[in-house]
Structure formats: structure tokens, C-alpha cells
């Protein structure tokens, strides 16, 4: 059966729907898009207040030790990240080389590295102030969902053959090992930054 309290439905290896002995489909997905199998992600408007509080302080305290190594590393995984790939090409890719696609996007979109610190510092700030924390891995999705989101899609338009515009969209859809790829990396570049000290 599903490990979380009150489902009742039987885990997806008990109905041949894959391996997985812990949860069933529903809580299943819902832990790979949010590093919780019950808790849902935080809202933006959660986020808000600690985001701009996190930017004042980066902002007032950009000079200190730990701030400039944390831009240097941020600047590092975009420099690491290898070729920009569009996100409709992202299909047969492994979760790592989709985290590095996801810092190419981000390196082409000319996202500002001070704004991935400030990303981490408003979730552990949430986190801090969250009455029922999650564990480890809830951070680091969380983190990885904030800056996905940065630069998340590839956008194409063209002339279609009867003289009228031809436009395409393509998001990837944040889940799964590649949201935890992408959380590591800012917590070991952004990880060391303590604010208040």
C-alpha cells in the first residue's frame, strides 16, 4: 500500500504500473514534481517577501567573501553547462545533461547569478519559517522549480506558407531526477552563503 497516511491506494508495483513499493501513482508524481510525496510546492506569493528580502541583502553584502565566490560559482555552471539546447530537443537526454541544458538556457537568457543566490536564500528563508519543514531533498527541488523557472522555454516563430506568422512554445515540464541535478548545483554554489552573519 501507498506509505502515505490516510491514501489507501496500493502502491504502483502492486498494479504493474512500475517498481515503485512506496507510493501509489498519484502520491508517486507528486513527489517527482515537488520533492514531497504530500507537500505541495511554495506559491509565489510565498516566496515573494523572501525573495526581495533575500536581493537587499545580496545587494548590501555583494562584497563579502562568501557572495563573491557564490557569483563565481553560479558563473562557473553556466560556463560548464556546454552548448544552449532548445528545449524541444531535450527528448532522449539524460537528467544530467537536461540540468545542463537547463544552465546553458539560463546562460543564454543572460539570467543575472546574483538572482539564482537569491533564489536559494528565499527557499531556505521559507523553509526556516515553514511550521511543518520537509526533509533535504523538498530544498533542493524547491530551489531547482525557482530557477527553472528563470528561463524555462525555447520560443521559435516563422513565416507560415500562406504569408501569416507560425509561432512555438515548448516548456519542459520541472520533475523528477533532473529538478535534483539542478538542485545540488545551487546548493553547492550558493550552499556557503549565510545570511545574517
Known amino acids: 500500500m501507498c506509505r502515505v497516511v490516510g491514501c489507501g491506494r496500493p502502491a504502483r508495483a502492486a498494479t504493474n504500473d512500475g517498481l515503485d513499493m512506496r507510493f501509489c ?8 514534481r515537488h520533492g514531497s ?3 505541495a510546492s511554495y506559491t509565489a506569493a510565498e516566496l515573494k517577501p523572501h525573495r526581495q528580502h533575500a536581493r537587499r541583502w545580496l545587494a548590501e553584502h555583494g562584497e563579502r567573501r562568501d557572495v563573491v565566490s557564490a557569483i563565481a560559482r553560479v558563473e562557473g555552471l553556466y560556463q560548464r553547462a556546454g552548448p544552449h539546447v532548445e528545449a524541444f530537443r531535450l527528448r532522449g537526454l539524460s537528467p544530467e545533461d ?17 538572482e539564482v543566490i537569491a533564489a536559494w536564500l528565499a527557499i531556505e528563508a521559507m523553509i526556516e519559517a515553514d511550521p511543518h519543514p520537509e526533509h533535504k531533498e523538498f530544498q533542493l527541488v524547491q530551489a531547482a ?4 523557472r528563470m ?3 525555447s520560443h521559435r516563430r516563422w513565416q507560415g506558407p500562406d504569408g501569416g506568422t507560425i509561432e512555438m512554445h515548448v516548456y519542459p515540464r520541472p520533475r523528477g ?3 535534483r541535478h539542478l538542485g545540488r548545483d545551487i546548493e553547492e554554489a550558493a550552499g556557503l552563503v549565510i545570511v545574517g552573519r
Open 98 to 114: 537536461r540540468a545542463r541544458a537547463a544552465w546553458a538556457r539560463l546562460r543564454k537568457a543572460q539570467v543575472n547569478p546574483v
Open 145 to 148: 522549480k525557482l530557477v527553472h
Open 37 to 39: 510525496p504530500y507537500k
Open 151 to 153: 528561463a524555462s522555454g
Open 25 to 32: 501513482r498519484s502520491h508517486a508524481d507528486h513527489y517527482s
Open 177 to 179: 531526477k533532473v529538478l
